[in-house]
């Protein structure tokens, strides 16, 4: 298992071998495979010969931009030695899967990336066999279902596009209708250009959250603003683009819907939908044609189900293709009802020679061009579209963490999901933050030429010198100031218009916070201005915020009941308890509500002048209990851990609610040596298992090893 990332992450845990190559190179990495492959005649030139078209051309740009091994290894920052194992043990197995994603594909490049690895995967024939070939992992579960029906604006339906006249011709005649576009739409960041300059009027967004997802995103959030109409489909109520919505149409989450979805190897799949859609939500499918009907086409979207819309889709996949595109599912047009809601798992094609569909494409040779070859493609390395400078020395790569999902839409409401990573972040080199005098769990502002953000500093040497980490997680709804595609430059790629998401120069400088603390609340608060640094994070039965100002309040008392304190019920009691050191610049205060039963805990809030406060996990586990005797009230107060009292921290395993500090403790009471170990007596990775690594880096760390993740 070879690892190309320029970071050092958690699949690195099963990696032989882990290429942190210089952010932009893998053209140059991947030509120069090629040319290693050619040179010693590690070729397959019987297929190459039958079956493609290109591969002098290919080489001989590759043997142009990446020569030798030495060339390769200085342009992407490795190891001469690293690169030349990497290469030996490509040419050497020929059962050899290159699986690939965001890492690529979100590049001013990605396009040209991607045909690196296919053309490695050409000149040696592994492709269309079984342990073989480039394998796409979407960013998304239904991305290539998406791209079926033509879910991009410079795409048609069914795999036909734009660049050939008769594929628009075809699609007219199929749906009966001269009035057909035909050039390509804009692209997502073209067409949000667009509606800045108004020449888009009105928008219509489904199901996604672009204010918070797209590059240069403060730009995106004000083309909104200007925008004369602004329509949004969603299932949650409070997201940043709906907060610029005119029109807000409610729509049904993802167990409530009924369709099709479609993997990344071709298996579509049905989707029932296991509860109804809640209030007035209703199928997006529904609303396009309630809208349609409403615009005078009513007779054009007749469709009364799911199925319906199924079955013509399946009808213009297969309508004159003959095989000539990948995509068909012509033999499904003709399923009935009651068949299609029992529709197995099925991967395309599935036409009338091959009904139970298609388990593999390209054994034979042959690939979807007019003449059936596949194509190298010559490529030449290009860097990313904007170099660090003096200005903004460090490289911004975004990506995800493990236990949140885009843009915290739903898995923000989670309490469990929110447990291992609470905060938004920004992961630097050791070298770099002590160069920017960065401390580890202090806070730093970064700036790019596009916007600017706050995140909590992870100091850490799994990132590589000059470049930055953050998650692209956060939005308004859960931070203040931490989108991080609002840092992110709008450049796209040619081809594709992906954004180049995994580089843009910053800078990045620690944030002079005057004060920092936190409030724990089992309501949702409406936090002042004074918090510039404001993170809220969904905890059981309470809210939790993180918060750091540049100046502090002139009465913290004041602040802190103008944000606890609200009306009391009727025959409902508050207590008060504060303490404040004025020399210190330390606050505690404590906010308990309580009938002639007993008192329980409304809120707390600490305040410190630096990032040393009480732990937060055993004070919020008091938000559990009825009533809180005088002990607890004691060290709530003093912020201290009872005797014998081991604050718990942040999560481990989100599945089984298995503490970092839980696992930590039974790898040395028990002297466990294995990930397995653990498991057996905490239950920790035995689920998802994506907590097997940090599991095992645990481990190393108990035995002073050093882990490979």
Not at 69 to 80: F, I, Y
Not at 535 to 556: N, Q, S, T
Request: aromatic content about 8%.
């Amino acid at each position: 298992v070879v690892v190309i990332d320029p970071r050092r992450t958690d699949t690195c845990d099963i990696a032989d071998l882990h290429l942190a190559l210089k952010p932009g190179s893998d053209v140059l990495l991947f030509n120069g495979l090629l040319t290693f492959l050619h040179a010693n005649g590690d070729t397959n030139p019987f297929f190459v010969d039958a079956h493609t078209e290109g591969a002098e051309s290919a080489l001989a740009a590759a043997r142009q931009s990446a020569p030798d091994t030495a060339h390769v290894a200085h342009g992407c920052g490795l190891s001469e030695e690293a690169v030349a194992t990497f290469y030996r043990w490509f040419s050497r197995h020929e059962k050899t899967v290159t699986v690939y994603s965001q890492g690529v594909n979100q590049s001013s490049s990605g396009t040209d990336k991607v045909n690196a690895i296919i053309n490695c995967h050409l000149l040696t024939g592994r492709i269309g066999r079984p342990g073989m070939g480039p394998f796409s992992l979407t960013g998304q579960p239904n991305a290539m279902g998406g791209r079926e029906v033509g879910g991009l604006a410079n795409q048609l339906a069914a795999h036909m596009d734009f660049d050939h006249p008769e594929h628009i011709d075809r699609v007219g005649r199929f749906w009966n209708t001269s009035a057909i576009a035909r050039r390509p739409g804009l692209k997502a960041v073209e067409m949000f250009d667009a509606i800045g300059a108004g020449r888009i009027k009105a928008v219509w967004i489904i199901a996604t959250n672009p204010v918070v997802s797209l590059p240069d995103a403060d730009k995106v959030r004000a083309s909104l603003t200007r925008c004369e109409l602004v329509v949004v489909s969603d299932c949650v109520r409070h997201t940043d683009t709906t907060a610029l919505a005119h029109i807000l149409l409610p729509a049904p989450a993802w167990g409530e819907k009924d369709g099709t979805v479609t993997n990344s190897e071709r298996r579509i799949s049905r989707q029932r939908a296991f509860a109804k859609p809640a209030g007035e939500a209703k199928p997006d499918w529904w609303m396009v044609c309630e809208v349609a009907r409403r615009l005078g086409f009513g007779t054009a979207f007749d469709y009364r189900g799911a199925a319906d819309i199924f079955r013509e889709h399946a009808a213009l996949s297969g309508f004159e293709n003959s095989g000539a595109r990948a995509f068909d599912i012509g033999a499904l047009a003709v399923l009935g009802d009651a068949y299609y809601d029992r529709l197995a798992p099925i991967q395309w094609p599935v036409t009338d020679q091959a009904p139970a569909g298609t388990a593999r494409l390209f054994a034979d040779g042959r690939f979807f061009s007019p003449n059936r070859k596949a194509r190298f493609v010559a490529l030449t390395s290009r860097p990313p579209a904007h170099a660090p400078n003096d200005d903004y020395p460090l490289a911004l790569n975004t990506g995800r963490v493990r236990d949140q999902w885009h843009t915290m839409t739903r898995t923000g409401l989670s309490p469990r999901l929110a447990s291992h990573t609470p905060e938004p972040f920004v992961e630097v080199h050791p070298r770099d933050a002590a160069a920017q005098n960065l401390a580890d769990g202090g806070l730093a502002r970064l700036e790019s030429r596009w916007g600017a953000m706050l995140a909590r500093v992870r100091v850490s040497e799994h990132q590589q010198p000059g470049s930055v980490y953050v998650p692209m997680h956060w939005n308004d709804q859960y931070a203040r100031l931490a989108r991080a595609d609002a840092l992110v430059n709008p450049a796209t790629d040619p081809v594709s218009g992906q954004p180049e998401l995994k580089h843009t120069p910053v800078q990045i400088r620690p944030y002079a916070a005057a004060w920092h603390g936190f409030v724990l609340s089992r309501r949702a608060l409406t936090v002042p201005a004074e918090a510039e640094y404001c993170v809220r994070v969904r905890g059981k039965d309470f809210w939790r915020y993180e918060l750091a100002g540049h100046a502090a309040p002139a009465d913290w008392p004041s602040f802190a009941r103008a944000l606890l304190c609200t009306p009391l019920a009727s025959g409902e009691r508050a207590e008060w308890v504060e303490l404040l050191d004025a020399a210190q610049s330390r606050y505690h205060g404590v906010r308990l509500l309580g009938r002639a039963q007993g008192a329980y805990l409304e809120s707390v809030a600490f305040i410190a002048p630096t990032v040393s406060l009480p732990p937060r996990a055993w004070l919020a586990s008091l938000f559990a209990k009825a009533t809180l005797t005088r002990a607890e009230r004691a060290h709530l107060i003093a912020g201290s851990l009872p005797q014998n009292q081991t604050d718990i921290g942040e999560m481990l395993c989100a599945c089984f609610g298995v503490s970092r500090a839980a696992v930590r403790e039974a790898i040395r009471r028990e002297s466990l040596d294995n990930a397995e170990a653990v498991g057996r007596l905490l239950k920790a990775g035995t689920n998802c298992c994506s907590c097997l690594p940090e599991i095992r880096a645990l481990i190393a760390s108990a035995r002073g090893t050093k882990h490979a993740a």
